[in-house]
């Protein structure tokens, strides 16, 4: 198993809110500009990243969840979070969360979110 535990994910309806955590057993995780990833049922993409951060905080997002979506880092605990508010029918997925960078950490299994009308 690799160092990566995502949870959080569930069942809402349109305009609900979840947040996502990963752990991360590694202590690389400090320095490591980390992504929240997803895959979407039927997307070209094998890993759309949604959002990252930086290892001092600064913050990026995809347009489609800009606004809605928030992550955050808290090191002393090694985890990683994605608040996510407003959620719509396309932000179903399994979200993923790795290092942003050229050589990933393995893959952890996930956790599902399925948004409803």
């Known amino acids: 198993q690799g160092p990566l535990v995502e949870s959080g994910g569930g069942s809402v309806q349109s305009g609900g809110s979840l947040r996502l955590s990963c752990v991360v057993s590694?202590?690389?995780?400090?320095?490591?500009?980390m992504g929240w990833y997803r895959k979407r049922p039927g997307a070209a993409k094998q890993y759309e990243l949604v959002a990252r951060i930086t290892s001092d905080g600064n913050t990026d997002y995809d347009d489609s969840v800009k606004g809605r979506f928030t992550v955050s880092r808290e090191n002393a605990k090694n985890t990683l979070y994605l608040q996510m508010n407003n959620l719509k029918p396309e932000d179903t997925g399994v979200y993923y969360c790795n290092k942003w960078a050229a050589f990933p950490w393995a893959w952890g299994q996930g956790t599902h979110v399925d948004v409803s009308e």
């Open positions: 590694d202590n690389t995780f400090r320095i490591a500009a």
